[in-house]
Structure formats: C-alpha cells, structure tokens
C-alpha cells in the first residue's frame, strides 16, 4: 500500500540553541557514516554554533544536506543534531520502528531524497518536497518479520566490521610502536607540514555536486568518509593526474589516501603531498590519520592539520611498516568482501518488499 511520506513519519521540528554542556551530547553529520545505522562517535570540543534540533535515543537521523552521502543513523542518545539534517520518528500504526532505519536507508527512500534535493554545492531536502512524496510499504506484520531477518543480518555485517576495526586498531598500535609518535598539541604547535608538506588543493578542479554522476571513469572524492567515493565523472579537463595524493576534509576530518586519477568535489577538500622523495605519501597519509584532530563542528580543521608534529622515520623504516599495513589490507579486503554479500542480501531483502 502506498503512503505519503508525512503519514509514515514525524519529522522532529524542536529547535535549541546549544549550551556548553550540549557539547557532549551533539551529533553532527561527520558522526554519521555511509552504510553504517550505529554512531560510535559523538561530541564536540566547544558548543555547536547556531539552533540544533532535540533528539530522543532510538530517533532516526537522516542527513538531509547532500543526500547522496546517504547518510542514515539511529541516535544512541537523547541530545541535538545538526540542522542540516532531519530527526525521523515512526508513526507506529504505519511503520513499526525496528523497519524505519532499513527503509529510510533503502534505495526507494535515499534515490527520491537526492532526486528532489535542490541547490549547487549543497544540494538540500526540504521538508515541504519530501513529504509529499508517496512510498509502498508491506503491512505492519509483514514489516516485522522482515526486520527481524534484517536485523540477524546486520548483526552478522557488524561482527565482521568489529573485526575489521580490531585489525586497523593493531596496525595504529604497531606504527605507535616504531616510530617516535607526537600527538597534536594546540600548546606547542609544530611546524613541520610547512617544510615536508604542501597545500596542493588550488592546483585541482573541482567538481560541483550537481555534477556528479552515479557511475563513470573518474572517482570524486569529498567530505565523505575514509573509503567512500562522493560521485563519479567522465570528464577529462582538470583532471587530477598528480598522484599519490593525501585528501583531508576540512568539515569532516576524514584523511584519504588516493593512488589514481581523481577529482574533489566543491566543497573543503585539501589536497596534500610531500615537498621531498624522502617522505612517502602513504607514510604521510598513515601518519596524519593517526593523530586526534579537534572537532569544532564547522570547516575549520585544516590549521590543526598544520600543527602537527609529524613523525620521522627514514625510507626503509617507512616501507617496513607500510609491508605491515598491507599485509594487514590485505584481511581487511577478504572481510570487506563479507561485508560486501550481506549488504547485497539486505539491498536484496528491502528492494524485494518496497
């Protein structure tokens, strides 16, 4: 049967304006990760600027700023969310609310969300577009024994993605181990990346995500998360040839490494590289990502990529221990692929019932 948006949901309109003890209780958009219904980060370092919206733990947070992210979480807390995105709670008599987080996340909902999504560098869902739009849902009875089998699967995904997890943890640790590591400190700012490291960002075109397009031959790459590719393009003028590069997301603190052609979309993405043949990208790239950058919760982390105190190890101590990480890449690819089948058996499980 087919519903309007609205009758399937609450949208949660109750606006704060944050206190210093909000800090800890704030989820903004980076705590959200594509593919990932569990949040395991929240917080910031100072009160988020600007009104947030109040969230109960268990509501259903959607990000509603460049939908294309697909960016889908159940809040594990009571606090506030980021504006640019929408607290989603069941209507219970229409959807049960163990199903909400796996239609909302669902091809059905998220390719309508970037459909009607409106503007250039940000394209945005508003409210008054969306809840107009018409869904098919199974009914109530239906709806429940199809969460509980997409439950058991994601369980499942979630074992193997802790083990994913346990695995770059140990590879963090053996970095920490060899080399003589300095985590930032905002007192004693190092001036390293001025003189191993450039700002190469001006040198690339970017890509606006208007333009993004679903498949292609090119990779985009934004604030998204660590592995995630934004959008794609087939376009050869202005494309990034120079590579190895280091991506940093000025929003998200997300650092990337990329070993191909590229492009970076519009919006807060720094490129960076070494100055000299004596520090490796992938070194740099391993090392950047290890240190703990400040959240202030809007784009301004760059000037703490900048402070760190980077680690100095000679070529063959840097090779020796990416021969580890690839090592340990290489387990992480077979789990992945797991991964990989039971996000086909739930996309499978959903597409088959909406």
């Known amino acids: 049967m087919k519903y309007k948006f ?19 209780n704030y989820i903004g958009l980076e705590h959200l990760e594509s593919g990932n219904l569990f949040i395991s980060k929240w917080g910031s370092d100072t009160a988020p600027e600007g009104e947030k919206i109040v969230m109960k733990k268990g509501d259903v947070l959607f990000g509603k700023r460049r939908a294309y992210q697909k960016k889908v979480a159940i809040s594990p807390i009571d606090g506030i969310f980021s504006a640019h995105g929408m607290v989603l709670r069941p209507k219970e008599d229409i959807i049960c609310k163990e199903f909400l987080p796996f239609f909302i996340s669902s091809e059905a909902f998220l390719n309508e969300a970037i459909r009607i999504s409106v503007g250039g560098l940000s394209p945005t869902v508003n409210w008054k577009d969306i809840k107009e739009l018409e869904f098919s849902l199974p009914s109530l009875a239906e709806q429940k024994v199809l969460a509980e089998k997409l439950w058991a699967a994601y369980e499942v995904k979630q074992s193997y993605l802790k083990m994913i997890e346990a695995t770059q943890e140990m590879v963090k640790s053996q970095f920490i181990e060899m080399f003589d590591f300095h985590e930032l400190n905002l007192n004693s700012p190092s001036k390293d990346f001025e003189s191993m490291c450039l700002d190469d960002t001006s040198s690339a075109t970017k890509i606006p995500a208007a333009e993004y397009l679903q498949e292609g031959k090119y990779a985009v790459y934004d604030q998204a998360q660590e592995k995630d590719i934004a959008g794609y393009s087939n376009t050869e003028q202005g494309l990034c040839r120079n590579y190895p590069a280091v991506l940093f997301g000025d929003h998200s603190r997300v650092v990337k490494y990329i070993n191909e052609p590229f492009f970076i979309g519009a919006d ?7 100055r000299e043949d004596n520090l490796i990208p992938e070194f740099l790239y391993y090392d950047l990502k290890y240190h703990n950058i400040p959240n202030t919760g809007y784009n301004r982390h760059f000037k703490y990529i900048k402070m760190i105190s980077l680690t100095k190890a000679s070529l063959e101590e840097q090779s020796q221990f990416l021969s580890i990480a690839h090592q340990a890449d290489k387990s992480g690819f077979e ?3 797991s991964v990989d089948a039971i996000d086909k058996v739930i996309k499978s499980l959903i597409n088959e019932n909406l």
Not at 6 to 15: A, L, P
């Open 6 to 24: 609205e009758d399937i949901i609450f949208n949660i309109t109750e606006k704060k304006k944050p206190v210093e003890e909000d800090k800890y």
């Open 335 to 337: 789990l992945r692929k």
């Open 268 to 274: 807060g993405v720094k490129i960076i590289r070494p």
